[in-house]
């Protein structure tokens, strides 16, 4: 019976730093923000998916079975579609499954590991800030890729930086190294000897 009873009062109302920190954590979470997400979602994947209630609890009870979301990143895909099927359920481990779908999809469409939420995160709404971190982040990225699959306001997102590479032939590459050790061979012996840096402070 005592083991019943400490069980028990670890199912109590959380209290202390972890109330803190929760705090803290809704604190991230912002409004205006997921009011260009909700517009950007619904423009994505049609008349099919309709507004939620405003506010955050709407907000995770419309993403949290996983439909919508997987919803979203099919719509991101031209050819085969990530996410092959998509059923709404009310058994807690479908709809994890289907919100683990749409991470494993965003991930394979480029959204990188520190913009993506955990599945608790939005299921048990531990962080519903993060996961306006994820969506903005794959819109962002939908927009920068620009393959006629974004279907929002170009001033919604950012376009993301894009990596420049350049080629340098063989040749290039051992006159920047001689460059470089010409740069280093000038330097020798170097010292601050008549060097100036501005006025000396006077104490008085």
Same mark, same amino acid.
């Given at each position: 019976?005592?083991?019943?009873?400490?069980?028990?009062?670890?199912?109590?109302?959380?209290?202390?730093?972890?109330?803190?920190?929760?705090?803290?954590?809704?604190?991230?979470?912002?409004?205006?923000?997921?009011?260009?997400?909700?517009?950007?979602?619904?423009?994505?994947?049609?008349?099919?998916?309709?507004?939620?209630?405003?506010?955050?609890? $709407?907000?995770? &009870?419309?993403? /949290? =079975?996983?439909?919508?979301?997987?919803?979203?990143? @099919?719509?991101? !895909?031209?050819?085969?579609?990530?996410?092959?099927?998509?059923?709404?359920?009310?058994?807690?481990?479908?709809?994890?499954?289907?919100?683990?779908?749409?991470?494993?999809?965003?991930?394979?469409?480029?959204?990188?590991?520190?913009?993506?939420?955990?599945?608790?995160?939005?299921?048990?709404?531990?962080?519903?800030?993060?996961?306006?971190?994820?969506?903005?982040?794959? $819109?962002?990225? &939908?927009?920068? /890729? =620009?393959?006629?699959?974004?279907?929002?306001?170009? @001033?919604?997102? !950012?376009?993301?930086?894009?990596?420049?590479?350049?080629?340098?032939?063989?040749?290039?590459?051992?006159?920047?190294?001689?460059?470089?050790?010409?740069?280093?061979?000038?330097?020798?012996?170097?010292?601050?000897?008549?060097?100036?840096?501005?006025?000396?402070?006077?104490?008085?």
């Amino acid at each position: 019976m005592a083991t019943k009873g400490v069980g028990m009062a670890n199912k109590g109302p959380t209290f202390g730093m972890s109330r803190h920190v929760q705090d803290k954590i809704d604190s991230k979470y912002d409004a205006e923000l997921e009011l260009v997400l909700v517009e950007w979602i619904i423009r994505q994947c049609g008349a099919g998916v309709s507004k939620p209630e405003v506010g955050k609890m $709407g907000f995770q &009870a419309w993403l /949290k =079975d996983g439909c919508v979301l997987s919803e979203l990143i @099919n719509s991101l !895909f031209t050819a085969e579609k990530p996410v092959k099927k998509i059923q709404s359920s009310t058994a807690a481990f479908k709809q994890m499954e289907q919100i683990s779908q749409f991470l494993n999809a965003s991930e394979k469409y480029g959204v990188t590991k520190t913009d993506m939420f955990q599945t608790v995160d939005l299921w048990e709404g531990k962080d519903l800030a993060a996961v306006q971190r994820t969506i903005s982040a794959l $819109g962002s990225l &939908a927009f920068t /890729k =620009d393959e006629g699959t974004y279907n929002g306001d170009p @001033n919604w997102f !950012f376009k993301k930086s894009q990596e420049n590479k350049r080629d340098f032939s063989e040749d290039q590459l051992k006159a920047g190294k001689n460059v470089i050790g010409l740069q280093m061979g000038s330097n020798k012996g170097a010292s601050q000897e008549g060097m100036s840096y501005g006025r000396s402070r006077q104490i008085l």
